[in-house]
């Protein structure tokens, strides 16, 4: 039998193995959102956005992030943007990207999301936006495929849409209003024919009253 000092060393030794296991569990919610693919016109300017969650605020000392670019997912990858503790975001001399690159997010929303001016076929590939939020164990990634057009594809016109439904809604309504009026001129040639064939059949009731009336007379 324990006595109770040594139940309570238990007791103790038990809380610190449970204390031991969620600090180095730690909290591995990190996620990072993006769009999978983003079609620009060229010459013109795009968004390229990414944000994160997290399941702890962001620490300027620790949090680190960056932004990255390859042609095709077997290429290196070229990092164009970087975040510094005293500076923030900051965009790195890019003889590809020049100038043309600008921080267009919140850190105090979780938005690391940037602008591309001028853009150029040349744009066209993979951007890497990765996240470290420590004591988040988990290094966030997200991969947004850009695509460069010269011109977008033309808006749906609404107009013929419009008209095409009033056509079809037009003729379904004449062709219901033709079988109606069918119907109804068939409803009422029968009856004709009824109170016809009713008529004729009085006429010889008639006849045959008289005939019977003339052969009873002496």
Known sequence: ????????????QLLSAVLLLLSLSGCSSMDVIVVNSINALNGTTVKIPCTFTSCY???????????TYQESINDTEEMFMTYYKKKGMVPLRSDRFGERVMFAGNLD?????????DVQVE???IYNCYVRNPPDRIQGHGV?????????????????AVAIGAS?????ALLILSMVVVKCLRRHRKQELISEEKMEEEGKLEAEGVAEEGTKQP
Do not use: H
């Not at 605020?57 to 960056?66: E, G, L």
């Not at 947004?144 to 011109?151: K, P």
């Open 168 to 172: 079809v809604g037009g003729a379904l």
């Open 123 to 125: 744009d066209v590939g």
């Open 109 to 117: 929303k979780n938005d690391l999301s940037i602008t591309l001016s």
């Open 57 to 67: 605020r962001m620490d300027t000392t620790k949090f680190s992030m960056n932004w």
């Open 1 to 12: 039998m324990s006595s109770p000092a040594q139940e309570r060393s238990c007791g103790v």
């Open 144 to 160: 947004i495929q850009l695509n460069v057009v010269t011109e977008l594809p033309p808006p749906r016109d609404s107009t013929i």
